[in-house]
């Protein structure tokens, strides 16, 4: 039961959170624009100490609940390994616990503390799972979900329905679209091989 209520909410804050890079119309932000305003970084960045507070407890009292619900990142990388496990559903064990690699956890918050500090803040949002979301979002996801609206809005105007209208899609600059090419190749990849794995049992 817990375990379809984890999937329901992450599946539901996966797809607000998607909608807030892909909607050009500006309309649904007045309705789940929260959903932002309760990622980390974001919380972080405006000070919302309310906000931050209550990750960490979150964190502190049900483990990766974040990672796995809220953060669209995480939720990715579960989906593409639940679908690399579909594939490999001969296999019994599809998920295999790795050990904690507690050097690199901590080497990247310490990278993250110290951009922050020192008030590199580009730096950090490299570093930051919703802000990589995001430019795989707004760079791959939103002009593949403009172009589909305009051939929408294409055949709807031949049926002289304006059920929808055309929008210029705009294509980010090319550093920013390779890194954001890089960085969910390099996430689905390690997803789709088991990057995300099932806890241990004993912990």
């Given at each position: 039961m ?33 959903t ?45 390994s ?43 949002a490299?570093?930051?799972?919703y ?18 609206n ?28 390779l ?25």
């Open positions: 817990l375990r379809k209520i984890r999937i329901t909410l992450a599946v539901l804050f996966f797809a607000a959170v998607t909608m807030l890079f892909l909607d050009f119309t500006g309309a649904i932000h007045a309705w789940i624009g929260w932002a305003k309760i990622q980390f970084l974001p919380a972080l960045l405006a000070l919302n100490v309310g906000v931050v507070v209550a990750l960490s407890l979150l964190t502190l009292l049900l483990g990766r609940v974040y990672c796995s619900v809220i953060c669209p990142l995480g939720v990715m990388q579960d989906a593409i639940w679908l690399n496990g579909r594939r490999s559903s001969k296999h019994r064990h599809r998920f295999t616990y790795s050990p904690e690699k507690r050097w690199l956890r901590y080497g990247v918050l310490a990278a993250f503390v110290a951009c922050l500090v020192g008030g590199v803040g580009s730096v950090a490299l570093l930051a799972p802000s990589s979301y995001g430019r795989i979002a707004a760079n791959l996801f939103a002009p593949i979900y403009g172009w589909c305009n051939l929408l809005a294409y055949f709807a105007e031949r049926l002289d329905s304006y059920a929808f209208y055309s929008t210029d899609v705009w294509i980010a600059s090319l550093p920013t679209l890194i954001a090419i890089v960085t969910f190749v390099a996430i689905a990849v390690l997803a789709w091989r088991g990057g995300r794995t099932e806890p241990s049992p004993t912990r």
